[in-house]
């Protein structure tokens, strides 16, 4: 089974911090996802990557950056966080375009 | 530009009966459709991937279908259980226009009474 792991399951950080998400995955899958989801507004897409060192903007980028080092690994920064960034984040990943999509169990972010 | 709704939003039905929960989308061309389902404070668990060529797919008391030309799926729930209740998201994938990314549906909130 594909794994998908997110390193804290419930953060809470101040205003102005830089905030690291980070996100594992075990299947060496070359595709991986950041996304945010809010109450009436569904998921959202943040960032994705296709590959090591790639990274490509999805609807809502502003605020965030990425980082893909190794493949297996993606990294959402909030390099500085702002109470609007309060939200459940989610990060998955897949094998190919025709894949499904696996999820990790999520990050609930506060920004107080 | 491609629009995913689900409706009804939210339901509720009795344990033991068969239901059907539906998702459209405006523009036919996808590359395939994906069932998801979320339970409270948990990331999405995926259920069924159909591709733009296939009409359905079976995974255990779950079937979803595909019908491109209408633009709709449906996910049958044979035999509801309590453990069934969450909040199910359909997403379809468009092509290298949109990146292949996702666009997703709002939900079904789905409670199962025991």
């Known amino acids: 089974d594909v794994k998908v792991t997110q390193s804290s399951r419930y953060l809470v950080k101040r205003t102005g911090e830089k905030v690291f998400l980070e996100c594992v995955q075990d299947?060496?899958?070359?595709?991986m996802f950041w996304y945010r989801q809010d109450p009436g507004l569904g998921l959202r897409l943040i960032y994705f990557s296709y590959d090591v060192k790639m990274k490509e903007k999805g609807d809502i980028p502003e605020g965030y950056s990425v980082s893909r080092e190794k493949k297996e690994r993606f990294s959402l920064i909030l390099e500085s966080a702002s109470t609007n960034q309060t939200s459940m984040y989610l990060c998955?990943?897949?094998?190919?375009?025709?894949?499904?999509?696996?999820f990790g169990d999520g990050t609930r972010l506060s920004i107080l | 530009k491609q629009e995913v709704t689900q409706i009804p939003a939210a339901l509720s039905v009795p344990e033991g009966e068969n239901l059907v929960l539906n998702c459209s989308f405006t523009?036919?061309?996808?590359?395939?459709l994906q069932w998801f389902r979320q339970d409270p404070g948990k990331g999405l668990t995926s259920l069924l991937l159909?591709?733009?060529s296939q009409r359905e797919q079976t995974s255990g008391r779950l079937n979803a279908s595909l019908d491109k030309s209408s633009g709709r799926s449906t996910l049958y729930i044979a035999a509801s259980q309590p453990g069934d209740s969450a909040t199910y998201l359909c997403?379809?994938?468009?092509?290298?226009?949109?990146?292949?990314?996702?666009?997703w549906g709002a939900g079904t909130k789905l409670i199962i009474k025991p």
């Open positions: 523009d036919s061309a996808i590359y395939n």
């Open positions: 159909i591709q733009s």
């Open positions: 299947m060496d899958h070359e595709n």
């Open positions: 997403a379809v994938l468009r092509g290298e226009d949109s990146n292949y990314q996702l666009i």
């Open positions: 998955a990943s897949k094998a190919g375009h025709n894949q499904p999509q696996h």
